[in-house]
């Protein structure tokens, strides 16, 4: 599997941004999408998941009712729409996948920097 995060980039608190993963590599069905982050001296942490085949979604609460996950099947892509960008959001962002039985992410792509100015 092949994930290939972009997106990312400089912006300023309020503004918005939107990532893309590109998936390959295998068929995706009854696999879940998710969206990490990681901020310099802080630990990994989860944003958003979505299902392959339902497009059924959680978010962390930190970015409830300001991010948005989606994915498109034709394009075998999982966008993160980040609105009302804070500070506190600035980290690496990756895209990661998982087999929906399994809570283990089994793979990651490499990450796209979001910084955001306060």
């Known amino acids: 599997v092949q994930l290939q995060a972009s997106g990312g980039g400089l912006v300023q608190a309020g503004d918005s941004l939107r990532l893309s993963c590109a998936a390959s590599?295998?068929?995706?069905?009854?696999?879940?999408m998710g969206w990490f982050r990681q901020a310099p001296g802080k630990e990994r942490e989860f944003v958003a998941d979505?299902?392959?085949?339902?497009?059924?979604?959680n978010y962390a609460d930190s970015v409830k009712g300001r991010f948005t996950i989606s994915r498109d099947k034709a394009k075998n892509t999982v966008d993160l729409q980040m609105n009302t960008l804070k500070p506190e959001d600035t980290a690496e962002y990756y895209c990661?996948?998982?087999?929906?039985?399994?809570?283990?992410?089994?793979?990651w792509g490499q990450g796209t920097q979001v910084t955001v100015s306060s």
């Open positions: 990661a996948v998982r087999r929906s039985a399994s809570r283990h992410y089994n793979w």
């Open positions: 979505i299902t392959w085949n339902l497009g059924s979604t």
């Open positions: 590599g295998r068929t995706f069905t009854n696999h879940v």
